[in-house]
């Protein structure tokens, strides 16, 4: 198998170690991050996501060595205004937070309040090279997603961040549902992330839960289709097809070259996406 990753799969799989249903002890997600980072895959793994009322805890501290330039992405568990006070915890030397997400709503209600909130500490987030906006697809979607794209053309490296999958069968959106918001922010040239429920390639089946998760490689191949200028119609039958065949038709090509719009997704486990990659012959192995 070759050992590099291609160039549109860099950064896809942000290691979401420590959040459910990986749930480990954060030493344990730290000594597995810096393994990551040190192996041939390494290309392929984003920062490890670790919760802001960790870092508000000091937790992080004497687990990193200063010289190694530990890269997290902070998630704000504690609330949009206490984000510049968590940053403040982090270690000054050998900790850099890459990336900020917080929720700007909860599902039905408005977000632009919440995303008023989050511009106002915006000047003191500095340092963090990308703030995420998790917004529910449902209420006031494409208004939010509006005024990011206003937010961004202004110079501030905001973007907006969906949830697709979670504990209850409204959390994972339909084929097109998913579909109009890749296809939205298509329309808007604004990058998004996703998170939850994206734990394998393609689209399938849970039988422990009956959900229908959503295929990373799915939303690759639709993410691809959206930015050559698919409609919606291509974009959700991309996102709803179990065979693999059409996925890698649309994406093989495109290896070479950067990913469009999509920033990537979270997973508690780097490994099986890793090996579900391998089976499909995406990291230039053969496929089983």
Known sequence: MSTQVPALLDGLVDDAAVFPPGSAALPDAVAAHRRHRAAWYADLVGPLLVPASTVASGELSGLVDPAEGFVVGVIGDTG???LPFVLSFLPPDGVTAR???VAVAKRGEDPQPGIAALLRVFD???GVDAVYAEIPLTFGLMGALDRLAAIRAEGLPIAAKFRTGGLAAELFPTPIELAAVICGCRDRALPFKLTAGLHNALR?????TGFVHHGFVNVLAATLAAAQGAGLERVAELL???????????VEGRLGG?????VGHGSCSIGEPLADLARL???GGPRT
């Open 80 to 82: 949009i205004e206490n």
């Open 99 to 101: 990336q900020v997400e």
């Open 124 to 126: 003191k987030l500095a």
């Open 204 to 208: 399938h089946l849970e039988p422990e």
């Open 240 to 250: 709803a097809v179990t065979d693999p065949r059409p996925l890698l038709e649309a």
């Open 258 to 262: 950067p990913r469009p719009l999509w």
């Open 281 to 283: 012959g995406l990291l």
